[in-house]
């Protein structure tokens, strides 16, 4: 497999795209399949539907998520942070989440989030939650970057270091910014922007042609954002100390945030603006950034990393990962989702 980062697709190729395999399944959505109401039951056997150019609101045509079919729970906010909830096994609103939460930054494996619940300017404090037990502790004050680990540990960045605070409380700094968890813990980008280590100071991510902007980490995959001008840059997914995937940003702004799934093989990154969303294939050529003619705004991988859930204009749409295929749809008010276990 060719390994070397290629280009994101131009608007015209990614519209292509769309229309191709929208044409494939057009007919799933002639019988207007969902109304937009709430997630309720549907039949597991129907063929995975996707979208062609259905029009503003025409996600709402997919089925809702029929319960059982997908695994944990989600939660979203709005801008007033108002926060609902679905547990994707009963179809009924999940236990033990918060009601108001401005911000979520989840951990990979869905097992601990950290929220925050004032939106008022400075107010940085945020709350920890752990999905087993229910429990809630106060968090670090969050700096710039900030991530989550399954244990309900958080960094965050501040002043060219990182600090680390566990959920016992504990807590230490490291040289750094940029924080993210994966499968051996914490890594960082180095001060100089240069690689990204593992908390004992060891290269995980060598250096390149420019400098690191963004890191992210899910399981045993890494994945930056590398550049030299002051837009666009490439995605470098690194797997066990080798290059195994990447994607080529040029001419689609500056990524300011950036997710990876537990393969390696899809991106979530924010192109531009806040709600400037795409889906990056990091094997090989493709990408998603609109489901119909709504734009994605921001999403969030499965603890699996089978699914992707995103959210547009009018709703949150799940789509299967490998094939960044849309399978179902509900109405919803929201700005984040946060995907958990």
């Given at each position: 497999m060719?390994r070397r ?6 608007p015209?190729?990614a519209a292509?795209a769309?229309?191709v395999?929208?044409?494939?399944v057009?007919?799933s959505l002639a019988?207007?399949r ?6 309720g ?11 062609a ?6 996600v709402?045509?997919?089925?809702p998520?029929?319960?059982?079919r997908?695994a944990g729970s989600?939660i979203?906010?709005?801008?007033d942070c ?5 547990d ?8 033990g989440?918060?009601r108001t939460a ?6 990979a ?6 929220y925050s ?7 940085t404090?945020l709350e920890?939650l ?7 502790v106060p968090g670090?004050v969050?700096?710039?970057?900030t ?6 540990t958080?960094a965050t960045c ?13 807590a230490?700094?490291?040289?750094g ?7 051996g813990g914490l ?5 100089d922007a240069r690689?990204?280590?593992d908390?004992?100071?060891r290269?995980?991510?060598p250096?390149?042609v420019?400098t690191?902007?963004l890191?992210a980490?899910?399981?045993d995959?890494?994945a ?5 001008t002051a837009a666009g840059?490439?995605i ?5 100390g080798?290059?195994?995937?990447g994607?080529?940003?040029a001419g689609h702004g ?10 390696g093989t ?6 531009t603006?806040p709600?400037?969303?795409a889906l990056?294939r990091?094997?090989r ?5 609109a489901i119909?003619?709504?734009?994605v705004?921001?999403g ?8 992707v859930a995103?959210?547009t204009e009018?709703a949150?749409?799940?789509l ?5 295929a849309?399978?179902a749809a509900f ?7 946060a995907?958990l276990?």
């Amino acid at each position: 497999m060719d390994r070397r980062p290629h280009r994101l697709a131009t608007p015209l190729v990614a519209a292509v795209a769309l229309i191709v395999v929208g044409a494939a399944v057009a007919a799933s959505l002639a019988d207007g399949r969902g109304d937009g109401a709430r997630p309720g039951p549907a039949t597991s056997t129907a063929p995975a539907p996707t979208l062609a150019d259905a029009g503003i609101g025409g996600v709402l045509r997919l089925p809702p998520p029929a319960p059982g079919r997908f695994a944990g729970s989600l939660i979203w906010t709005a801008v007033d942070c108002s926060a609902r909830t679905l547990d994707l096994a009963t179809g009924t609103p999940a236990p033990g989440l918060p009601r108001t939460a401005c911000d979520l930054w989840p951990s990979a494996d869905g097992r601990a989030m950290a929220y925050s619940v004032d939106a008022r300017a400075g107010a940085t404090r945020l709350e920890v939650l752990l999905r087993e037990t229910g429990d809630t502790v106060p968090g670090p004050v969050r700096g710039g970057a900030t991530a989550v680990a399954g244990d309900g540990t958080v960094a965050t960045c501040g002043a060219s270091e990182v600090l680390e605070k566990r959920f016992d409380g504990a807590a230490r700094t490291l040289p750094g910014c940029g924080p993210a968890f994966g499968a051996g813990g914490l890594v960082r980008i180095t001060v100089d922007a240069r690689r990204a280590v593992d908390d004992r100071g060891r290269t995980v991510v060598p250096a390149g042609v420019g400098t690191i902007r963004l890191l992210a980490a899910a399981g045993d995959a890494i994945a930056v954002v590398r550049s030299s001008t002051a837009a666009g840059g490439v995605i470098e997914v690194w797997r066990r100390g080798r290059l195994d995937g990447g994607a080529d940003l040029a001419g689609h702004g500056q990524p300011n945030d950036l997710r990876i799934s537990p393969d390696g093989t899809v991106a979530l990154v924010r192109l531009t603006g806040p709600q400037d969303w795409a889906l990056v294939r990091t094997d090989r050529v493709g990408s998603l950034s609109a489901i119909g003619r709504e734009g994605v705004r921001e999403g969030a991988f499965s603890p699996d990393g089978r699914y992707v859930a995103v959210v547009t204009e009018t709703a949150i749409v799940i789509l299967d990962a490998t094939r960044l295929a849309p399978l179902a749809a509900f109405q919803a008010d929201a700005k984040q989702v946060a995907w958990l276990a």
